[in-house]
T-cell receptor, first 114, second 113 residues
Framework: DGGITQSPKYLFRKEGQNVTLSCEQN?????MYWYRQDPGQGLRLIYY???????QKGDIAEGYSVSREKKESFPLTVTSAQKNPTAFYLC?????????????FGEGSRLTVL | RKEVEQDPGPFNVPEGATVAFNCTYS??????FFWYRQDCRKEPKLLMS???SGNEDGRFTAQLNRASQYISLLIRDSKLSDSATYLC??????????????FGAGTRLFVKA
C-alpha cells in the first residue's frame, strides 16, 4: 500500500539539541511539505519542496532545515535555534499538476523538549 | 484577517442532530477547496472536496459560494463517531504552477449520546 511514513512517532529532546524527523513516501508524489500544529491552532507551513534538490521556506521556517535529495524523502531538522519546538509535526505530499491538489498526510511526529 | 477563518466551536450536539460548519476565505484566486477531519492527536484525513455545484457524500453535504468566498459543511443525523475537529482547507495556484494550501484552525464537534 502506498503512503507516507513518519518517524519517530514520539520524540523527547533536551534543550540545545538538534533533532531530525524522517518523512518517506512511496506515492510517487512530486511535492512534499512539513507542517507544524500547536494546540487549538491550524497547520502552519514550515518548508515545502516541489521537486528534488529544491525547497522553499514556508511561513515559519526559522529554526528548521530540510533537504530533498530523493523524491521519496524529505527529512526535517529541528535545530537548537527553534525557540519553541514542542509541537506536532506533520509531513504531507501531493502530486503537483493534479487539479484537485489534495494533500496526503503521514501520522505525525510529536516532539517534546524537556 | 486570517486567510481562512472558521468558528472554533466547540459544537456540542446530541446524536441525530444536524450541524453546520462555516468557513470564509480571503484570497479570491483560490482554486480548490476541501474539508478534512482530524481526530485527537492524529493526522488530518480528507473528508470531501468541495465543488461549486455543491456535493454530497452520505450524511455530509458541502457547499461553495465563490462570490461570497464562503464554504460550508452540513452533517445530518450526527453519530458519536463524527466527534472530531473539522478543518477547512483552501488551495490557490502559485505562479510556479504548484498550489499553496491554507488551513483553517478547525471547528471542534462533540456528539453526545
Amino acid at each position: 500500500d502506498g503512503g507516507i511514513t513518519q518517524s519517530p512517532k514520539y520524540l523527547f529532546r533536551k534543550e540545545g539539541q538538534n533533532v531530525t524527523l524522517s518523512c518517506e513516501q512511496n506515492l510517487n508524489h512530486d511535492a512534499m511539505y512539513w507542517y507544524r500544529q500547536d494546540p487549538g491552532q491550524g497547520l502552519r507551513l514550515i518548508y515545502y519542496s516541489q521537486i528534488v534538490n529544491d525547497f522553499q521556506k514556508g511561513d515559519i521556517a526559522e529554526g528548521y532545515s530540510v533537504s530533498r535529495e530523493k523524491k521519496e524523502s524529505f527529512p526535517l531538522t529541528v535545530t537548537s535555534a527553534q525557540k519553541n519546538p514542542t509541537a506536532f509535526y506533520l509531513c504531507a505530499s501531493r502530486r503537483e499538476g493534479r487539479r484537485t491538489g489534495e494533500l496526503f498526510f503521514g501520522e505525525g511526529s510529536r516532539l517534546t523538549v524537556l | 484577517r486570517k486567510e481562512v477563518e472558521q468558528d472554533p466551536g466547540p459544537f456540542n450536539v446530541p446524536e441525530g442532530a444536524t450541524v453546520a460548519f462555516n468557513c470564509t476565505y480571503s484570497n479570491s484566486a483560490s482554486q480548490s477547496f476541501f474539508w478534512y477531519r482530524q481526530d485527537c492527536r492524529k493526522e488530518p484525513k480528507l473528508l470531501m472536496s468541495v465543488y461549486s455545484s455543491g456535493n454530497e457524500d452520505g450524511r455530509f453535504t458541502a457547499q461553495l459560494n465563490r462570490a461570497s468566498q464562503y464554504i460550508s459543511l452540513l452533517i445530518r443525523d450526527s453519530k458519536l463517531s463524527d466527534s472530531a475537529t473539522y478543518l477547512c482547507v483552501v488551495n490557490f495556484l502559485l505562479n510556479t504552477g504548484g498550489f499553496k494550501t491554507i488551513f483553517g484552525a478547525g471547528t471542534r464537534l462533540f456528539v453526545k449520546a
